[in-house]
């Protein structure tokens, strides 16, 4: 039996937006191979039509008259572990694979080869049309490309790797500041309160938020209390500065917000969030300010190395980003 795996507490490792690429498909007649892995959710766009027949939102073959099958390979934006993988197949109904299959592999010096080394992740799989498909998988190998393989063509709309990138910590000096929480440094969102508008994952991303949808907003709180999220840290560390970004958050920014963070021993992601109702102070509650790159320093109290945050925000609203900068713990 499948083990359940909770998606959202994963890295999309193939999202552009982290520098993935779709780099080879043996076809994309009717649609885009970069299609296949754009971040925003698929859409149907009725009666939009090119020169080659119906516009589809995904990557889609042509009808195949010779055997073999369609493949494609995506460089993802972090070479990492794969914990999961999500085969959408969103308005494709009579045009997507009866069946797909996904390999990995590691080529962190080029692209892949004809002399690369496979490996058989997900093996086939019935697909159904209009559908997501989840699958949870057990590997603990680091890849740095994907390749999707459909039986015999047809049309796919999105391909989610979700995983956990792989960062050389022996490489980065305990005297280095680094962005503990960034997502290229490992960091995850594991739970909040609430993300109506916005996903949590957004506020680890690089750079500035694109606009509000780029960020992690809430629905507006008609009951008591705070919203919040809780952060893994890449790595466990000693934070020593706080950036909370408001970019585009203008009329709906939080009033202020607080932190507080604890050393997590054991135990598993989905437990975290009762315990963080008593993890310690890390920086009081501050105001914020619309649009705005908030940073703290003398108001973060040291609490030596932690392993997880939790940012409350109050009572509601968006940010765009959440940096916290510090040292890895020894």
Not at 212 to 217: F, Q, S, T, Y
Request: hydrophobic share 35%; charged share 25%.
């Amino acid at each position: 039996m499948e083990k359940a795996l909770n998606f959202e507490q994963y890295v999309n490792l193939a999202d552009p937006k982290l520098g993935a690429e779709a780099i080879f498909a043996t076809d994309d007649f009717f649609a885009d191979k970069s299609r296949l892995i754009r971040t925003e959710a698929a859409e149907w766009k009725e009666d939009l039509y090119d020169d080659n027949g119906k516009w589809m939102d995904g990557w889609e073959s042509r009808r195949k008259r010779s055997e073999g099958y369609d493949f494609c390979v995506v460089r993802l934006g972090l070479a990492g572990t794969i914990a999961g993988l999500d085969i959408d197949t969103s308005f494709f109904t009579g045009n997507f694979p009866p069946s797909a299959s996904v390999d990995a592999c590691y080529s962190p010096d080029g692209e892949p080869s004809d002399s690369t080394e496979w490996q058989e992740i997900l093996s086939s799989q019935s697909l159904q049309g209009d559908s997501h498909h989840l699958h949870a998988l057990d590997n603990d190998q680091v890849f740095t490309h994907v390749r999707l393989n459909i039986y015999p063509d047809g049309g796919v709309a999105r391909l989610r790797v979700y995983g956990r990138p792989s960062v050389n910590w022996d490489q980065i000096d305990t005297g280095q500041e680094v962005d503990l929480a960034a997502v290229v440094n490992g960091g995850r969102a594991l739970a909040c309160s609430d993300e109506h508008f916005g996903k949590k994952s957004n506020i680890l991303g690089p750079g500035r938020g694109e606009n509000m949808g780029d960020g992690w907003e809430t629905a507006r709180r008609r009951t008591p209390g705070n919203d919040w999220v809780i952060v893994a840290l890449g790595r466990p560390g000693k934070i020593g500065k706080v950036v909370v970004d408001t970019a585009h958050f203008k009329g709906n920014f939080p009033d202020s917000c607080s932190i507080q963070a604890a050393y997590v021993q054991g135990g598993t992601d989905d437990q975290v969030e009762t315990q963080s109702l008593f993890w310690r102070e890390l920086m009081p509650s501050q105001k914020l300010s619309a649009h705005n790159i908030h940073e703290f320093v003398e108001q973060v109290n040291d609490l030596g190395a932690v392993t997880h945050v939790r940012l409350n925000i109050f009572p509601d609203g968006g940010i765009s980003r959440l940096r916290l900068f510090g040292f890895k713990s020894e």
